[in-house]
Each structure stands twice: as structure tokens, then as C-alpha cells.
């Protein structure tokens, strides 16, 4: 095909507009190139639509699970450990993502599973308070075993001593959640006025006993 000869003309006397041109095309169709051979190469890097359905491992021991998991392809993460006595030590619990989600092959799975020791509360200042009081500062710590033994002392209802296993507990001490803790909780004493009036009338009983001799 030929060009016209105004158009022939006009690129002889601009050769350097033409050359610009050229470059520019040039560098169009290098970059699409480019573009294209980095897709194809980023798909083969991510496995582009190749996924791994992840397994039940739930209620499984700890080492079961990861065998498991990594036999598949995962990468295992210990996320938490809780205390639970209703599973043996070392069970997961949870696991995330959950079973049956599809994800790429080599994702982490964070597993939970129950503690192999009771977890450790710090015991705070519960001397001086009602026995109300100190048993809901324990069982939000999340003790249950809480023992109260009645004790003289006029002041009823009062904590006036702490203790497990028979040793006292002192405000920071560190304990297992499930231990039993024992509150000596004040009885009360009858009032002052009731035990002076008892003795009054005591007193003043009258012995009418000769009057019938």
C-alpha cells in the first residue's frame, strides 16, 4: 500500500516525530508482553485456582491434628491453650479456619487446645469484706470451690481469714483456678443490750418457794 505523496512528504520532513512515534509503539507492546508474562508467571506462584479444603481436627490430641495438617499442606500455629476439665490435656478445641474451608495450600491453621496445667489466678485482698463480696471476687476469677466456715466473732458475716489446704493466702498469692479456697466468716455475737437484758431478768427472779412450806 502506498501512501499519499503529502503524507510520504510529511514524515521526510519530520523524522524525528516519526522515530518518536516508532519508540512509543514499541514500548506499548513491550510492556503488554511484560504484563502478560508476569500474569502467567503470578498464577504458577499462587496456584492460582488450586486450593486445599481444610480437615476436621477438632477434638483431635494436639499432635494428631498437626500430623495431620501438615501432611496436607498447612502450616500449624498453637493460637491458645485454656483450661477445660471436661477434655483431656493437649485437645484441641478450636481450630481456625474451621473445617471444610477452602484456602491456599501452605496457610497457617491456629489451633486451641485445652491446658496441660490449671490456669494461675492472682489472689487479691479479700480479708475485711463480706462474704458476699469475696465469693464474687473468686468466682469472677473463676474459682468455684469455695468453702466458708463459721467463726466466733462479733462481727458477722465478715471474712477474717483466707486459706487453702490449710496455709493462709496473703493478697498476690498465685494458685490454680481449681483449688478450693476456705473463708473464715465471722458468726456475730448476741447484742450487748440482749445479753443485759437476760441478766436482768435473771436477777431479778424472786424465790417464792418458803411462802408454800
Known sequence: MEFP??????WQRHPFLRALLMNIGLIIVVTIVILWIA???????????????????????????????????FVV????????????PGTVVDQNPKEGTKVKDGREVYLTITAFEPKQVVVPMLTDVS???????????????????????????????????????IPGA??????????????GYASVDTVEVEKTSASEEVDYSHYFD
Open 131 to 169: 462474704e458476699r463480696q469475696a465469693r464474687s471476687v473468686l468466682e469472677a476469677l473463676g474459682i468455684k470451690n469455695i468453702r466458708v466456715v463459721k467463726v466466733p466473732s462479733e462481727y458477722k458475716d465478715l471474712v477474717l481469714r483466707v486459706s487453702r489446704e490449710g496455709v493462709p493466702l
Open 174 to 187: 498465685r494458685i490454680p483456678v481449681n483449688s478450693t479456697v476456705t473463708l473464715d466468716v465471722g458468726e
Open 5 to 10: 505523496e503529502s503524507i510520504a512528504n510529511f
Open 77 to 88: 500455629e498453637l493460637a491458645d491453650s485454656v483450661y477445660d476439665v471436661k477434655n483431656r
Open 39 to 73: 500474569l502467567i508467571w503470578l498464577d504458577s506462584w499462587t496456584n492460582h485456582g488450586e486450593y486445599e479444603t481444610v480437615p476436621q481436627v477438632k477434638g483431635l490430641s494436639y499432635d494428631v491434628a498437626v500430623g495431620q495438617l501438615e501432611s496436607a499442606g
